[in-house]
Each structure stands twice: as structure tokens, then as C-alpha cells.
């Protein structure tokens, strides 16, 4: 008779929004579908619908974050929340983290093993965000800043404690190491190729899928558009939003947080998708590939691991409106197979994924 298999919980940081993380998350659940899954907040009109159907149990406290940006704000409160979460009953702890899950304090009798998306921005790279993109300002955000170098101590010695650590690429493998002194296992965080259509004949706009928050440098395509009186859609929401409508031309449009279908409709029929930040790894220029759309990104950080150049899409390498526009502009010389570019995608397919999370996961 088969040996049962272990009893495992699913911890993120919050699921508030619909990014990156959240979306790995559903890979997660369809690799150990009848793990709960333990989070500080839950917000389920604002992150993926799959999680309406699981077993999410938010911190006590959740219904007070009502935003994303309330959810920042009690920052300290979720990590007190994370350590004294009983996971007594779990023989594997499985976090999927930057800030908060993994902070939990599984039992002796449990393996802890982290999925660690990045070291945390707000601790480790603080300059990165923007006053609009930071939960506080003014008093508040000094007396946050004041536990930066108490927390920053704490979030070393979490991470060095954790028995096994896995990351979504060689990128944040390097930075792990670099701040943490710790080797991660790198599984490629996956999309579902399968989800993906293509289209016959692409539209004449460029395409933006992002939060909007500073760090994301979308100020760079909203510009380079209005420059260069090129279409250009923005999908998602985000603290800058009113900022980068003023910088918009008439071409440009913001459109919020869509549906998923209709966001792979808006990868499918786009000229390409633009990708200005510099990202620890990123599953947008993965989602344009696997409807067959090129990307033009900036070249540094994780998008050099998932971006051909010249088959998949184009780099541009100073982080400036400039560039960029010189980049769209030599992308509209070269042609693009949209069948190439999905057939590169694959490799990044979810089923990889499930299989090596579960065998890192599983392994005795």
C-alpha cells in the first residue's frame, strides 16, 4: 500500500493584487491541490478568481486592509501574524514569499522549504520606489523607516534559516546569494502556454501589462509612445496611475485591471509588448510569447533569461524614454514568427514547473 502523502499548507505574503506571485500561486494549488492556503489579507475581487474556489485562510486582522496600500501599512502586524500561525497539523511548509510568509515557524517536526521570489525591495532597495509608490508619507513614512534596519537583520536571519530555498531564476539566484550569503534551487516560475491563442494578424498598438507603480518604469513606454504617436494600451492599477495620465499622449489608454481573457485578447492582437523595468524575472514577457507577440524590453535583470534577442524580442539597455524610442523604432524594421516565439515559451509551460516544485518539495 502507497505511503500517504504529506499533509502540506500554502503560505503567500497577500493575496491583494493579480501579480506575479498570485498567479504562481495557482500553479502551486494545481501541484498540491488540497493544500489551504494561509495569506495575511484576501481580497478576492482584487486578485485571480481561481482563489475563490480554495481554501484561503487570511490573518486575523485581514478585513482591515481593505487596498493594497492598507495592506502595506500593517506591514509589522502580518509578520507577527506569520510567526505565531499554528501549522502544527502540515508535514511540509511551503512559502511562497518576499516579505512575509516566510516568516512562519513551522514545527520541528515539519520541513520548511521557501519558493523566494526576491530579496525584499523595500529592505534591501529602498531607493527603487517612488513617495506615491510607498504605503505612508511624511511621518509615518519615517517612523516605518526607523524599523528598516531591525527588519532588514530579521529578514537575514529568516532567510538563512530556511532548510530548503528555491527561486524563479538564475537572476534572483545571484541576488539571494548576494544578500543572504544562500545557493537557491531555480525552477523557472511557469505560464500555462495552452491558455494562449494566436492571432492571424496583429493590431497596429503596443501593449503594457503591469502594475502601476514607479519602480515598473512604465513612465518610459508612455512617453516614447507620445513621442512617436504610436498606440499604446495599459492594462492594470496601480498608485502612479494619475501621474503617467498626465505624461500620456491621445493615443494612449489606460484600461484598468481586465479579465484574463480579455488581457490574453490584448497580447494575441498587439504590435508587441513593451517591458521597460528592470525585473527580478517577470511572467509578462512570458504571457506575450505564448500568444506569439514579441517584446521589447529593457536588457538587464530576469528578461534576458526569457527574451530571445531578435527571435522572441528586442532589448534596449539605457533605462531612458530615448532608448526605448530608438529600440520601437528598429523593432518596426525586423520581422517577427509569431509560431517561433510561441514554440520558445514552452519550455517555460507549466507542467516543468509542477514537476520540479514537487519533486523539490517532496524529496526526502
Known sequence: MPAAEPRVALVLDALVNTGGAERVLTHMQAAFPSAPIYTAAYLPEQTYAEFKT?????LPGWRLARSERAA???????LVGFARLDLSRFDIILTSSTWGAKFVRPPRSAIHVCYCYAPFRWLWNPRSYSADSL???GLGQRALDLLRAPLRRADYQVTRAIPRLATTCANMARAIEACYGRSARIIYAPIRVDDYG????PDDYYLVVSRLISHKRLDLAVTACRELGRRLIVVGEGPERAALA???GVDTRFVGRLPDAEVRHL????RAVIYPSLEDYGLVPLEAQAAGRPVIAYGRGGALETIQEGVTGVFF???TAEALIAAIQDFETVRFDSHVIRQAALRFDVGPFINHLREYVLAE
Not at 54 to 58: E, K, N
Not at 72 to 78: A, D, F, G
Not at 267 to 270: E, G, I, Q
Open 135 to 137: 504605503p505612508f508619507g
Open 317 to 319: 539597455h539605457d533605462q
Open 72 to 78: 502595506k501599512r500593517l506591514l509589522p502586524v502580518w
Open 54 to 58: 480554495a481554501h484561503v485562510l487570511p
Open 198 to 201: 494566436l492571432a492571424s494578424e
Open 246 to 248: 498626465a505624461q500620456a
Open 267 to 270: 497580447y494575441a492582437h498587439c
